[in-house]
DNA sequence: CAGCCTAAAGGCAGTCACTGCCACAAAGAT
DNA sequence: ATCTTTGTGGCAGTGACTGCCTTTAGGCTG
């Protein structure tokens, strides 16, 4: 496993960027789903078994980001000393700001057909909750309750997604990152609490016993 | 559609769960990826289509559960009044009460399998994050803000899976219950609070700009 | 610079989840 | 009993994904 220099690393970026770009291409044209792997192939000149190689799974095509990799050890960093909204904060403000004005496009046009894209909306959440249990890991291990550590990872994740999602459905006009301080925002103040609609009954038990037909188990 | 009663819809839960507990015993005995759908499918004396359109998918054979559908409707009436995090402890508290003693051991060997199989654990998640869009379409046509609704749900369907997941790796030795009421805890005091580890800072920004290096976009 | 070695790319054949289509059977209405 | 409707079974296909083996090409050594 090589890393960033060598010129074998640099040509397998460079390969691997000139796949997304067409897959793009083809998918915003013809739509994902009516475009199968071997016409990416094709089109980009590569053996289908090498995309498969590079990206695991088609989604994976849209979902792919050459900086995904190298964000987790500065999030891992922060988690020593900050709680995991302000590290995630950070760590994204800083990509954000870094970013070229090429690399934000780019962004947001895959940002667009994974939502328009419900195959790929739901690969995108899987690889969030895989980087989720990562950070679990990094939590749990420094502190005390493991069930503490895992809902609050699993719902800053859920909510960040629950942001981009909204973002997304209301055309995507403002920058992504606004969104996602709201957002974070929101989780620390807790998810019962709106900002308007305020309530006092913070635990009161019954309601209908006439429900009682209405069972759910877990999902 | 039917719905409950009619010796159609008898006929099929019926083979539901006989198709369902074979497949249980199969996953069981084998491994879930070992076994395929064909063999579920002539173990229950059932052919193959009709599984698919019973369950859809392969994972749904694990998933699947009788009563989700009908717990749609309680959630939705609570939310009338009650913020999420109320609505959905109220409507679980009922479920696991109604439970008989051969459901919740069902439900027991159901959660085995998913948090032993990542295929069956990243459907679950969809299937979850299927029912959140669901509750964000309820909540923000009654409310304010959209993507509060929208952050507030996913955060909530997130921490409990977290806590589902967290139950299942710690040997699920206590009711799964428990350990979602302290999600739900969790969830309501907010994500940035631990309840050890307390600090006061909410809101510095700094850090390295060495770490300027370690982007990150989205996902 | 030649030649070796290791790792990556291409090609092939196969598996399996999942789908559309059509023929058939059984439930429910007349 | 007959007609209609709705669900079931079988068939043939598609396409994502994998293991295996051959070939090519980077990268290092003398």
Redesign the interface.
């Known amino acids: 496993m090589y890393e960033g220099s060598g010129l074998r690393a640099r040509k397998k970026r460079d390969a691997m960027h000139r796949i997304q770009d067409t897959a793009l291409d083809l998918f915003e044209e013809r739509g994902y789903d009516a475009v199968t792997i071997e016409e990416v192939a094709n089109a980009a000149a590569f053996a289908p078994r090498t995309l498969y190689r590079y990206f695991g799974t088609k989604e994976m095509l849209v979902?792919w980001?050459e900086?995904?990799e190298?964000?987790m050890?500065?999030?891992r960093?922060?988690l020593v000393s900050?709680?995991?909204?302000?590290a995630i904060r950070?760590?994204?403000h800083?990509?954000?700001?870094?970013?070229t004005e090429r690399?934000l496009a780019q962004?947001e046009r895959r940002?667009k057909l994974i939502y328009a894209n419900p195959a790929i909306e739901?690969a995108?959440?899987?690889?969030?909750?895989a980087?989720?249990r990562h950070l679990?890991g990094v939590i749990s291990s420094s502190?005390?309750?493991?069930?503490?550590a895992?809902?609050?990872?699993?719902?800053?994740?859920?909510?960040i997604?629950?942001?981009?999602?909204?973002?997304s459905l209301?055309g995507a006009s403002t920058p992504?990152m606004v969104?996602?301080d709201?957002?974070l925002a929101?989780?620390?103040?807790?998810?019962?609490?709106?900002?308007?609609?305020l309530?006092a009954?913070?635990?009161n038990?019954p309601?209908?016993t006439s429900?009682?037909?209405?069972?759910?188990?877990?999902?």
């Open positions: 979902i980001d900086h995904d190298s964000a050890e500065p999030i960093r922060r900050l709680d995991p909204i302000d950070q760590v994204l800083a990509s954000f700001e870094a970013m690399e962004l940002l739901a995108l959440t899987l690889h969030a909750d980087l989720a679990v502190q005390d309750d493991d069930l503490e895992h809902v609050q990872v699993n719902a800053l994740v859920g909510g997604l629950g942001a981009m999602r909204h973002w209301s992504v969104s996602i709201r957002a929101v989780l620390e103040r807790g998810v019962g609490r709106s900002s308007a609609h309530r009954n913070t635990g038990p309601a209908s429900a009682g037909k209405g069972k759910d188990h877990v999902r």
